[in-house]
């Protein structure tokens, strides 16, 4: 049997989204690559050049990609059988028990079965559960499959890969030599810091980075509310904490910990440890708890029963307009229950429940800020209203 031809260097299954598409605008900038994605709407949003999420950088990348040829776009998952390397990016959420849930990428996988063949390299990009790469190896040799299987998880911050990933050391493992070549190469072509691990050492090395600054975050979240349960200022304590002291030089400030990964990975990495991961679990209670907590403490300071309530910022982070898993909607949960009105406004996220800055600031009794974005650093807020500010953003 004569060996397929290529005519793409990189597939990206999964390449339109937050983490797909900033990778493979990227290697488009020095490989040929298809992006191929079930999402019909964002594939054509990229084919006419525009970003349907905001990344720093992406549009000139984008342009070129496009205007060059390096960048197709296609909803058809028969394209994959012209790209060399396959990388797969889909998202691996936990279930309702907080139990990682294996679904995803035997689905995604299955759609696409019939255009691989034992010549390809499949990357898997997705933080994953310990095994889970071995565990797809199986699954397709299972089906008749002899690809090489590596696992090179992402390592940059949303909104900004396209800065960070060349900044950032990249892990790479592999199961074989042949993907072991043809991820050092791939990632080694914009990177040349890489870290080479075996594949279930560089599945917990990702786990583990998430978990760490999750529980960090919990850390910082604890004492605030103790600060304030007590009646006193966090941020003082935080900032003459940290005047240089060079051991705190790295804590974070409080705030709602929260998207799509630091939550998840966390409880991956518990499941992981037969749920003897205590301090997972106790961050979890904290970054969790932290939304009702402000709104216990803004009770104290206004009858919320009767009052209107403005949530200001609805992302998980600040300057983003993804709403995944964000804190904020956990906080209008609350609110929607304890007082007479809410009204909610993010100047990135998209939904259609949300109002304008100006209608929440001229009708909220009180306020709490739950994204920082920038441009709520300088508001005019009415002297009588009542401002819960975890971020201190307000200074």
């Given amino acids: 049997m004569s060996s397929p031809t290529f005519t ?9 989204g937050h ?16 992006i ?3 999402n019909e709407n964002a594939v054509a ?24 040829d390096s960048l197709v776009c296609s909803t058809d998952p028969s394209a994959l059988a012209s790209c060399r390397i ?10 309702e028990h907080l139990n990682p849930s294996f679904e995803a990428i035997p689905r995604a996988l299955e759609r696409c079965l019939p255009f691989f063949n034992d010549e390809q390299v499949l990357v898997l990009r997705s933080t994953v559960y310990p095994g889970t790469s071995a565990k797809v190896q199986r699954w397709l040799r299972e089906r008749g499959l002899n690809m090489s299987v590596t696992f090179c998880p992402e390592r940059v911050a949303q909104g900004y890969s396209v800065r960070e990933f060349a900044e950032l050391p990249q892990i790479v493992s592999s199961f074989d030599e042949r993907g072991a070549q043809a991820v050092r190469a791939l990632f080694g072509s914009m990177n040349d810091d890489l870290v080479v691990m075996e594949p279930m ?7 583990l980075a998430n978990a ?3 529980i960090q975050f919990a850390t910082v979240n604890q004492f605030y509310m103790i600060a304030e349960h007590h009646g006193l200022d966090f941020n003082r304590i935080l900032q003459g904490s940290r005047h240089n002291y060079p051991r705190l030089a790295g804590i974070p400030g409080p705030g709602f910990a929260a998207g799509p990964c630091l939550f998840k990975d966390t409880m991956q990495l518990a499941a992981f440890s037969q749920n003897q991961f205590f301090l997972g679990h106790a961050a979890m209670l904290v970054n969790e708890g932290l939304p ?14 009767d009052k209107t309530v403005g949530v200001l910022g609805m992302g998980f982070k600040a300057e983003s307009d993804d709403g995944r898993s964000s804190l904020s909607y956990k906080l209008k949960k609350i609110l929607n229950l304890r007082a007479a009105r809410v009204l909610c406004t993010d100047p990135y996220v998209k939904d259609d429940s949300l109002v304008s800055l100006e209608e929440v600031l001229a009708e909220a009794d009180a306020l709490v800020i739950g994204t920082p974005h920038k441009a709520y650093k300088q508001l005019r807020i009415r002297p009588e209203v009542v401002v819960m500010d975890v971020w201190n953003i307000l200074g």
Avoid: H
């Fill in 86 to 95: 396959i990388v797969l990016i889909v998202g691996t959420p936990v279930d």
């Fill in 19 to 34: 983490v797909g598409l900033p990778l493979a605008l990227l290697l488009a900038s020095k490989k040929r690559v298809l």
């Fill in 292 to 305: 009702a907590f402000v709104v216990e403490q803004l009770a104290k300071k206004v009858p919320i029963a």
């Fill in 8 to 16: 793409f260097d990189v597939g990206v299954i999964g390449g339109c």
């Fill in 201 to 207: 050492e560089a599945e917990l090395a990702k786990l």
């Fill in 212 to 214: 760490w600054r999750y």
């Fill in 36 to 38: 191929y994605d079930i």
């Fill in 45 to 68: 949003q990229v084919q006419a050049g525009v970003m349907p999420f905001f990344e720093e950088g992406a549009e000139k990348l984008l342009a070129a990609g496009l205007a060059n």
